[in-house]
T-cell receptor
Framework: AQKITQTQPGMFVQEKEAVTLDCTYD???????LFWYKQPSSGEMIFLIY??????QNATEGRYSLNFQKARKSANLVISASQLGDSAMYFC????????????????FGQGTILTVHP | NAGVTQTPKFQVLKTGQSMTLQCAQD?????MYWYRQDPGMGLRLIYY???????DKGEVPNGYNVSRLNKREFSLRLESAAPSQTSVYFC??????????????FGSGTRLTVV
């Protein structure tokens, strides 16, 4: 079974509007971390936001927020006020287990969602 | 600039040739990783090194070997390249097993084509 599922191969949004990129995950660990990365056409991996499984508040970083619904095992990325520069591939990833524990920090990635922002 | 440096950035190999992808980080990170990225499949873990002196297989290790030369350097070797190994390869590092969001730094990638 897929550990990280991103069901939207592509998404389109109008500039200045908000968009939600979906991510569901599967783990039996109580402690885990969820990450979102942006990959522009240049290819580098840019860290956007992190949510720990024990964090009670949803993470926010500027225009990015993570809608964390633990019971549903979902960790959707919300981008507010989209900009043309947000056009990129977006990856959801999970680190299972405690940081420094037997997961050794390994990340499992979803398939990615290509976001296109229209002017 | 502090970060993860990968060399080369681009490489074309013929089937059966061998090569080593180099990765070095200057952030004193303990853990290092090699991923490959294929269209529609996200990034998949090839090998990782939790700390200096240790290496272990990830999800897709077949056809690859690794060496953690020292704390800074983690190389990936293709002994006999195959067209199925055409991919973009990323090296990443983190201070200690990925503590929170700190220190997952990715290199800029190596685009490898095997013909």
């Amino acid at each position: 079974a897929q550990k990280i599922t991103q069901t939207q191969p592509g998404m389109f949004v109008q500039e200045k509007e908000a968009v939600t990129l979906d991510c569901t995950y599967d783990t039996s660990d109580q402690s885990y971390g969820l990450f979102w990365y942006k990959q522009p056409s240049s290819g580098e991996m840019i860290f956007l936001i992190y949510q720990g499984s024990y964090d009670e508040q949803n993470a926010t970083e500027g225009r990015y927020s993570l809608n964390f619904q633990k019971a549903r095992k979902s960790a959707n990325l919300v981008i507010s006020a989209s900009q043309l520069g947000d056009s990129a591939m977006y990856f959801c990833a999970m680190r299972e287990g405690n940081a420094g524990g037997t997961s050794y920090g390994k990340l499992t990635f979803g398939q990615g969602t290509i976001l296109t922002v229209h002017p | 600039n502090a970060g993860v440096t990968q060399t080369p950035k681009f490489q074309v190999l013929k089937t059966g040739q061998s090569m080593t992808l180099q990765c070095a980080q200057d952030m004193n990170h303990n853990s290092m990783y090699w991923y490959r990225q294929d269209p529609g499949m996200g990034l998949r873990l090839i090998y990782y090194s939790a700390s200096e002196g240790t290496t272990d297989k990830g999800e897709v290790p077949n056809g690859y070997n690794v060496s953690r030369l020292n704390k800074r350097e983690f190389s990936l070797r293709l002994e006999s390249a195959a067209p199925s190994q055409t991919s973009v390869y990323f090296c990443a590092s983190t201070p200690l097993g990925g503590r929170r969001a700190l220190g997952y730094t990715f290199g800029s990638g190596t685009r490898l084509t095997v013909v």
